[in-house]
């Protein structure tokens, strides 16, 4: 490891960490000084020497975003297809019609994680936590783009399918679901060990309606012996709550407490469906007050439920509350500035309460509360020992203009644009907007392809045999030519 000093100097404006209040604050005119991987000084007039200097003049620095969700290896071949899709049936769900039939195939993954990490980074993302799939390469392409990785691959029982688009069906599939499981902490392990020293693991068994009570139990075990944590989807559709009720006679979050899930070590992706949503209204719950006292944690991605008319209700409440909350890029594009904006814009629309989505509250979910989730204190933070992973964000960029408030211009102007260099581990690995660890060029090459291959097969893969044109209309129809119009004259 490097012990080489970098002192970026004299910057307009740095987000640090103010440990006595636990917030971020401004610091003008300061310099944000490295040594190696870590934060050694955030503030005027650093006193010390360094090996390089870097004139921070023009710039604001702010912590790398830790993002607690995503889907690399499958969400950006959703492009063009999943935006304005959902099962009218299935309470407006994309899950069990459509994501199904549009997925990639394995072996075209490789690429479309590529895209998304390249994605992430530009959008100033310095930790992902990676829900997807075991397979061959997943932890090399990780390390290879220079990214802070949490591994949380993907295991299950059962999966869901409809054979009517109004009536959803589960196959079990117990031998698989314990093999999946053990390539799950084989992988986990691996990622702990890498010599990258960026890797780490999550447990993840996928979802409250595919795995069994003696599943999670089970994965729980294994996440309390390696001292990490356990995240699952629930609560994320209309469906799923019901299914959960008919199963067990419990609400999803009423369930996970019963069986002793529910607690500090579990992140709920994505928290939504309580019994007091207005979606739900079932009135003889208290899962809001049972997740608050549980110590739970909700991984929040705003962007794909916001398609589909849906919204948690709401981070002002949940964070208001006392329930740690992340952000995270749960589908395409993986930019975190625009989840970031879309968090508050929601929570204000559902509401129609400007307070219950406020900046603080979303970009301290995606900074310190990503952090505090994945049990790193050390993240998503500009404070001394801390990792140095931040970005520098262009203070005269023109949606940056003016810049009254620069957090503000950040998240609901400029979004990525402004965000041109990208640090992780004291490394840097975007440079004026470009990714430096991703030949972004091949990757897109490769994920087009794969979507191609993939949309030849659909309607293999379809109950009712259909399209994608047909799932997913195009937004115009395509014609060969235009009706003859009468000339000008």
């Not at 960026?198 to 979802?207: I, T």
Request: charged share 20%; with cysteine; net charge negative.
């Amino acid at each position: 490891m490097s012990t080489k000093t970098t002192r970026f100097r004299d910057l307009d404006f740095a987000v640090a960490w103010d440990e006595s209040e636990q917030r971020h604050v401004y610091l003008e005119g300061a310099d944000l000084v490295i040594t190696g991987n870590e934060i050694v000084h955030v503030g005027p007039n650093f006193a010390g020497s360094a090996d390089a200097e870097i004139d921070g003049a023009g710039f604001m620095a702010i912590p790398g975003f830790v993002n607690v969700h995503s889907h690399p290896f499958s969400e950006p071949a959703n492009k063009g297809l999943t935006e304005e899709v959902g099962s009218d049936k299935l309470g407006q769900s994309s899950l069990y019609e459509y994501l199904p039939v549009f997925g990639l195939d394995p072996e075209d993954a490789g690429p479309s994680t590529q895209v998304a990490l390249s994605e992430l980074l530009k959008s100033g993302v310095t930790t992902i936590t990676d829900l997807s799939v075991s397979r061959p390469g997943w932890l090399d392409d990780l390390a290879a783009s220079g990214i802070r990785a949490v591994v949380a691959p993907m295991m299950r029982q059962g999966y869901w399918f409809t054979k009517n688009g109004h009536t959803v069906e589960y196959a079990w599939d117990e031998k698989a679901g314990a093999k999946a499981f053990e390539t799950a902490m084989q992988t986990i392990d691996a990622a702990m060990q890498h010599p990258s020293g960026r890797l780490s693991g999550m447990v993840c068994p996928s979802q409250i309606d595919t795995c069994r009570e003696g599943y999670f139990k089970e994965a729980l075990q294994e996440a309390h012996r390696r001292g990490i944590p356990l995240q699952t989807h629930a609560c994320q559709a209309v469906v799923e709550f019901h299914e959960i009720l008919h199963r067990y006679g419990k609400t999803p979050i009423e369930w996970l407490d019963a069986i002793g899930v529910l607690g500090p070590d579990l992140i709920i992706g994505h928290g939504i469906f309580l019994s007091d949503h207005p979606q739900i209204h079932y009135p003889h719950g208290r899962d809001f007050e049972i997740l608050k006292d549980s110590g739970a944690a909700v991984a929040h991605c705003p962007t794909v439920f916001a398609r589909r008319g849906m919204a948690l209700n709401t981070i002002g409440r949940y964070m208001n509350a006392g329930i740690t909350v992340g952000i995270g890029t749960d589908t395409f594009p993986h930019n975190m500035v625009d989840e970031i904006r879309l968090a508050c814009y929601v929570a204000r629309v559902l509401t129609g309460n400007y307070k219950m989505g406020t900046t603080r509250h979303a970009f301290e979910a995606a900074t310190v509360g990503g952090a505090k989730i994945l049990r790193r204190p050390d993240l998503g933070r500009l404070s001394p020992g801390c990792k140095a992973d931040f970005s520098l964000v262009d203070m005269g960029h023109p949606y940056m203009q003016p810049a009254h408030e620069p957090v503000r211009s950040l998240i609901y102007s400029a979004s990525e644009r402004a965000i041109r260099h990208v640090y992780v581990d004291g490394a840097q690995v975007v440079r004026d907007g470009k990714v430096l660890t991703v030949d972004v060029e091949a990757a897109t090459a490769g994920l087009v392809e794969g979507q191609r291959k993939r949309l030849k097969t659909v309607s293999q893969r379809d109950w009712a045999g259909r399209s994608a044109d047909e799932l997913a209309p195009p937004v115009y129809g395509t014609r060969e030519r235009l009706p003859q119009s009468r000339p000008v004259t």
